[in-house]
C-alpha cells in the first residue's frame, strides 16, 4: 500500500515541515498532502516542497473549489507540476461548505454537484490544450455568458504546454458525489473512511467506474488516519477528541455539516447529533467527552507496534490504494516498516 504523508494547513504561523517531509521521501513515501481552511493555502506550500524534494508526490488534500476558477486551478498545478519536474502533483478538490463559501469567498454555495463536475471538466480540458476551451456547465461556464457579461468573452488555449496528465481527485462522502468522483476524477480523497466503511462506498465507485468506461487499475483511493505510537491508548484517543468535536460540533452550519453527516454514516447518529447539540451550546468540554473512543479509534492507528500492525491490515485488506498519515518520526518509521517500503537505516 502507498503512504501519504498529511501536514495539513497551517495554525497561527506558517511553519513548513521540510524536514519531516524530506524524512517521508527518504522512507519511501508516495506523496505529501496540503490543506486549506481560512488561512495558508494549500498550493503555495508545494511549490516550496517541489524545491526541496526530488520525487514524492505533491497533492492537495484539498483546495477549496470556491477559491480559484477552474482555469486558475490548472494554470496553478499546471506550473507547479512543471516546477517540479513534472507528473508529481496530484490536484485534489472539494467543495469546503456554505459557511466557508459564501462567508469567507462570498459566492453563492449554488449546486455542489455541478460545480464539481464542471470544474473537473474544464480543468481537464485545460490540461488537454486540444482546442480553446468551450464549456457550457450547469455552474460554471466558459466564455461567461452570465448576468453582466459583456458578450466578448474568448475561448483560449493556455500559452504553457501543461502535463495533460497532472491526476484530479475529489474530496467527497455522499453517495451522488462519490459516484461523480469515479466518473469524472482520477482519485478520491473520502471524508472519514475506515475499513468498515469501505463495502458501503464500493457500489458508488463502481457505478462511476462503469459510466466513464475506466477501470479500477485507473482511479486511486486514499484513506487517512493519524498515527499515534503509545503504551496509553486511552490518553492518544482523548487527545484527539477536540478536534473531532470541532468538526462535527461547529465545523459547518447546524443543518449542513458534513463532518457530522460523515460521523452519521458510519454509524454513530446519536453521539453526533449530541456532540452539535452541546458544541452549539457553547459546552465545549461535554461535547469533547461526548465522542466515542470507538468512533475515534476506527479512524486512527494508535498503541504499540502490535496493535497498530494489526489495524493496518485492516487498512490494507480494505481494497484503497493509499493511506495518508500524520504523526512524529517514530509514527512516519514504524509506518513505512509496516507497509513494507524502501527504508533508509535508522540513525
Given at each position: 500500500?502507498?503512504?501519504?504523508?498529511?501536514?495539513g494547513?497551517s495554525?497561527?504561523?506558517?511553519?513548513?515541515?521540510?524536514?519531516k517531509?524530506q524524512l517521508?521521501?527518504?522512507?519511501?513515501y508516495?506523496?505529501?498532502w496540503t490543506?486549506?481552511?481560512?488561512?495558508?493555502?494549500?498550493?503555495?506550500?508545494l511549490?516550496y516542497?517541489?524545491?526541496k524534494?526530488?520525487r514524492?508526490?505533491l497533492?492537495?488534500?484539498?483546495?477549496?473549489?470556491?477559491?480559484r476558477t477552474?482555469?486558475?486551478?490548472?494554470?496553478?498545478?499546471?506550473?507547479?507540476?512543471?516546477?517540479?519536474?513534472?507528473n508529481?502533483?496530484?490536484?485534489?478538490i472539494g467543495v469546503s461548505g456554505p459557511q466557508?463559501v459564501?462567508?469567507?469567498y462570498?459566492?453563492p454555495?449554488?449546486?455542489?454537484?455541478?460545480?464539481?463536475?464542471d470544474?473537473?471538466?474544464?480543468?481537464?480540458?485545460?490540461?488537454a490544450?486540444e482546442?480553446?476551451v468551450?464549456?457550457?456547465?450547469?455552474e460554471?461556464?466558459l466564455?461567461?455568458n452570465g448576468e453582466?457579461?459583456?458578450?466578448?468573452?474568448k475561448p483560449?488555449k493556455?500559452?504553457?504546454?501543461?502535463?495533460p496528465?497532472?491526476?484530479?481527485?475529489?474530496g467527497t462522502g455522499?453517495e451522488?458525489?462519490?459516484?461523480l468522483t469515479?466518473?469524472?476524477?482520477d482519485?478520491w480523497?473520502p471524508?472519514g473512511?475506515?475499513?468498515e466503511?469501505c463495502?458501503t462506498y464500493e457500489?458508488w465507485i463502481?457505478?462511476?467506474?462503469?459510466?466513464s468506461?475506466?477501470?479500477?487499475s485507473?482511479?486511486e483511493t486514499?484513506?487517512?488516519?493519524a498515527?499515534?505510537?503509545?503504551?496509553?491508548?486511552q490518553?492518544?484517543?482523548?487527545?484527539m477528541?477536540?478536534?473531532i468535536?470541532?468538526?462535527v460540533g461547529?465545523m459547518?452550519?447546524?443543518t449542513?455539516?458534513?463532518?457530522k453527516?460523515?460521523?452519521?454514516?458510519?454509524g454513530f447518529g446519536?453521539?453526533?447529533?449530541r456532540?452539535q447539540e452541546?458544541y452549539?451550546?457553547?459546552?465545549k468540554r461535554e461535547?469533547?467527552e461526548?465522542v466515542?473512543?470507538?468512533?475515534v479509534?476506527?479512524g486512527?492507528l494508535v498503541?504499540d507496534?502490535?496493535?497498530?500492525q494489526?489495524r493496518?491490515r485492516?487498512w490494507?485488506?480494505?481494497g484503497?490504494t493509499?493511506?495518508?498519515?500524520?504523526?512524529?518520526e517514530?509514527?512516519l518509521r514504524?509506518m513505512?516498516d509496516?507497509?513494507r517500503?524502501?527504508v533508509?537505516?535508522?540513525?
Open positions: 500500500m502507498k503512504l501519504g504523508l498529511s501536514i494547513y495554525g497561527g504561523e506558517m511553519r513548513l515541515p521540510v524536514e517531509v517521508a521521501e527518504r522512507l519511501g508516495d506523496s505529501v490543506a486549506e481552511a481560512y488561512g495558508s493555502d494549500a498550493l503555495s506550500p511549490a516542497l517541489a524545491a524534494t526530488e514524492i508526490r497533492g492537495t488534500g484539498v483546495i477549496q473549489l470556491a477559491g477552474p482555469a486558475n486551478a490548472a494554470m496553478t498545478v499546471a506550473t507547479i507540476d512543471a516546477l517540479a519536474g513534472g508529481r502533483v496530484i490536484c485534489g466557508i459564501e462567508g469567507w462570498g459566492q454555495w449554488g449546486r455542489p454537484y455541478y460545480r464539481l463536475k470544474y473537473v471538466t474544464i480543468m481537464k480540458k485545460i490540461l490544450r482546442e480553446p468551450v464549456h457550457e456547465g450547469k460554471i461556464s466564455p461567461f453582466g457579461a459583456m458578450g466578448v468573452g483560449l493556455s500559452i504553457l504546454h501543461m502535463n496528465d497532472i491526476p484530479i481527485w475529489l455522499m451522488s458525489t462519490v459516484k469515479a466518473e469524472v476524477a482519485g480523497l471524508l473512511l475506515v475499513p466503511t463495502k457500489p463502481e457505478a462511476g467506474l462503469e459510466k468506461g475506466k477501470n479500477r485507473q482511479f486514499q484513506g487517512g488516519a498515527v499515534v505510537v503509545t503504551d496509553d491508548v490518553s492518544a484517543l482523548d487527545r477528541k477536540p478536534g468535536a470541532l468538526y461547529g459547518g452550519h447546524k449542513k455539516n458534513f463532518h453527516e460523515m460521523m452519521i454514516r458510519r446519536e453521539a453526533a447529533e456532540i452541546l452549539l451550546a457553547k459546552q461535547a469533547i461526548a466515542p473512543d470507538e468512533f479509534d476506527q486512527a498503541g507496534k502490535t496493535r497498530i494489526k493496518f485492516d490494507e485488506d480494505s484503497i493509499g493511506l495518508t498519515v500524520s504523526g512524529n517514530e509514527a514504524l513505512a509496516l507497509a517500503l524502501n533508509e537505516p535508522s540513525a
